[in-house]
């Protein structure tokens, strides 16, 4: 059985770790902190942080907070950074498996968008577009309006979109 490591993520050295597993903790720290009594000593616990769905794209999510400074990351793209480094030019972090509730280290990887979106082609990951939250048609809508001579501008009407979208969908650069 494999042990878990901790790795600091970059940018956040002292402050917080990702794990091997795909965990994410702050570390035990001091600060001194200007309170109305004067400087204090502050002590901060580490411990492991909640991990929330982002329910619109199905990724893990942390915040990381410094004071003022305050971000929110996807757990993979942290565990990627730690473990794998910076990413190179163009590329985002990957899950090998195709499973974004798997954030282990040895399950991510630098990917070019292109790629990460073949995988989830071969994974069978893909989202199909009328199920997405943006999508204004179905699969079906799409393909008549391919086929149909109808003039644009009535069929913008039937299907409540802009005439500008039905040419574009003709054209194949846009889906719904």
Known sequence: MMEEEWRDIPGWEGLYQASSFGQVRSVPRERLVQRSAGIVRV????????QDLNKETG?????????????TYTVHSVVCLSFNGAAPTGQEAAHNDGDKGNNAARNLRWSTHADNNADQATHGTRAKWDKMPHAKLTEAQ???????REVGQRLAERYGISASLICMIRKGRRRS
């Open 43 to 50: 002590r901060y616990k580490g411990r492991l942080l909640r």
């Open 59 to 71: 990724y893990f999510q942390v915040k990381l907070v410094d004071g003022a400074r305050r971000r």
């Open 142 to 148: 799409t393909a008549e309006i391919r086929k149909s």
